[in-house]
């Protein structure tokens, strides 16, 4: 079974600076998807970034970027010029390419902005 | 363009009982997906739904269940009601089913089982 690890439960940094977020998963599978969701106190989850496993270059949108080692299988996230408005809870997801769709999502990292 | 509707936003139910979430999706969007997001499970898949067929299904008992109508709002039923389905209940909406394309996410249903 497919799994999705976020082992920081909460991550601070302060404004303008950057900051990684970690994420692992297992899987056996080749054809996947990985997400990065942010959810902020509105409860509405919105997609920062995705990445094909095919795709050997990292997915960049803005000042959102992942790091994605296939081999290790790991995918963090990094925002760089950190704002106060992305603090949030940050989730990592996975899914299969196939038919068998659905989202499988890491426990979540709360990320915290001091201005 | 209107986002993802959920409806109610808050819902307050007697243990026993059962409920029915809905979920307006995108216009265009014909696959529908379910989410449930607790503290101490986060979030898990219910089920999803494209072009009126259930196409997969999360984990869950068979007091969960749900359907999608010809316009492709979906409805998700809990029946008997029990304190651990208090959560935040999450619809998602894509253009068609499958990871290729992006899921927009409604505010959610928050149930509270008492």
């Known amino acids: 079974a497919q799994t999705v690890t976020q082992s920081q439960p909460e991550m601070s940094v302060q404004e303008a600076e950057t900051v990684t977020l970690s994420c692992t998963y297992d899987t056996s599978e080749s054809d996947y998807y990985l997400f990065w969701y942010k959810q902020p106190p509105s409860r509405q989850m919105i997609l920062v970034i995705r990445?094909?496993?095919?795709k050997q270059q990292n997915a960049t949108e803005n000042r959102f970027s992942v790091n994605f080692q296939k081999a290790a299988k790991s995918f963090s996230l990094k925002i760089s010029d950190s704002q106060l408005g992305d603090a949030a809870m940050y989730f990592c997801a996975y899914s299969t390419g196939d038919s068998n769709y659905q989202l499988i999502w890491g426990a979540g990292t709360k990320l915290i902005i001091k201005p | 363009k209107a986002g993802v509707t959920q409806t109610p936003r808050y819902l307050i139910k007697t243990r026993g009982q059962q409920v029915t979430l809905s979920c307006s999706p995108i216009s265009g969007h014909r696959s529908v997906s379910w989410y449930q997001q607790t503290p101490g499970q986060g979030l898990q898949f219910l089920f999803e739904?494209?072009?009126?067929?259930?196409?997969n299904k999360g984990n869950f008992p068979g007091r969960f269940s749900g359907r999608q109508f010809s316009n492709s709002r979906s409805e998700m039923n809990v029946s008997t009601l029990e304190l651990g389905d208090s959560a935040l209940y999450l619809c998602a909406s894509s253009l068609i089913s499958g990871a290729q394309t992006e899921a927009f996410f409604g505010q959610g249903t928050r149930l509270t089982v008492v």
């Open positions: 990445q094909e496993a095919y």
């Open positions: 739904y494209f072009s009126e067929t259930q196409r």
